[in-house]
């Protein structure tokens, strides 16, 4: 079955303390990308890769590190995560940058 | 950093009523895509449109891209409680880049 799939699902942790939040996709998909969602703020883009060794910036990359070594997987890292990265985070997949379809199921990160 | 702009925000309508919701920007994208989501769940993509001018279809969904391809809209024709959801677009950026820009959301809600 096509998926992306990220892990954790839910994820509480504390300030300061690096996570990682894995994302693997088995479609063979050259484009990957990492957004938060917020009330009232919608879907923002924090990093995207158009393939491996090829990862860019979204408009709030700030606080966030990620990394492309393999074509299957786009880990997102905090390195000293922050309250206000309290969000829903998701990771998305696509053939292209063009056709991006494939979204996963979310990973919901509380720091306190 | 270009911005989509949608509208309606929410809408309420009775089952077998017609809607529109609308993306425009000052700005032109490479290609455009519209989603839903469901609740506690990632986007699912819809359609992606890619030319100026192009109208796609999917049942009682009508897409349309416009000319200079900075707005679009999505029509629905004789709604149903099954489309009660959250719809998303976005837009590629086309300014060398390959940034993906959301638009904030249309909270739709039919009534039987």
């Known amino acids: 079955e096509a998926q992306v799939t990220q892990n954790p699902r839910y994820l509480i942790t504390v300030t300061g303390k690096k996570l990682t939040v894995t994302c693997s996709q088995n479609?063979?998909?050259?484009?990957m990308s990492w957004y938060r969602q917020d009330p009232g703020l919608g879907l923002r883009q924090i990093y995207y890769?158009?393939?491996?060794?090829?990862?860019d910036k979204g408009d709030v990359p700030e606080g966030y590190k990620v990394s492309r070594k393999e074509k299957r997987n786009f880990p997102l890292i905090l390195e000293s995560p922050s309250p206000n990265q309290t969000s829903l985070y998701f990771c998305a997949s696509g053939r292209q940058v063009n056709t991006e379809a494939f979204f996963g199921q979310g990973t919901r990160l509380t720091v306190v | 950093t270009q911005l989509l702009e949608q509208s309606p925000q929410f809408l309420s309508i009775q089952e077998g009523e017609n809607l529109t919701v609308y993306c425009n920007s000052s700005?032109?994208?490479?290609?455009l895509q519209w989603y839903r989501q469901e609740p506690g769940e990632g986007p699912v993509l819809l359609v992606t449109v890619v030319t100026g001018g192009e109208v796609k279809k999917l049942k009682r969904l009508t897409f349309q891209f416009g000319d200079a391809r900075k707005d679009s809209s999505l029509h629905i024709t004789a709604a149903q409680p099954g489309d009660t959801g959250l719809y998303l677009c976005?837009?590629?950026?086309?300014?060398?880049?390959?940034?993906?820009?959301f638009g904030a959301g249309t909270r739709l809600f039919v009534k039987a």
């Open positions: 890769s158009m393939n491996v060794e090829v990862t």
């Open positions: 700005s032109v994208f490479s290609s």
């Open positions: 479609m063979n998909h050259e484009y």
């Open positions: 976005a837009g590629v950026e086309d300014t060398g880049g390959f940034k993906t820009i």
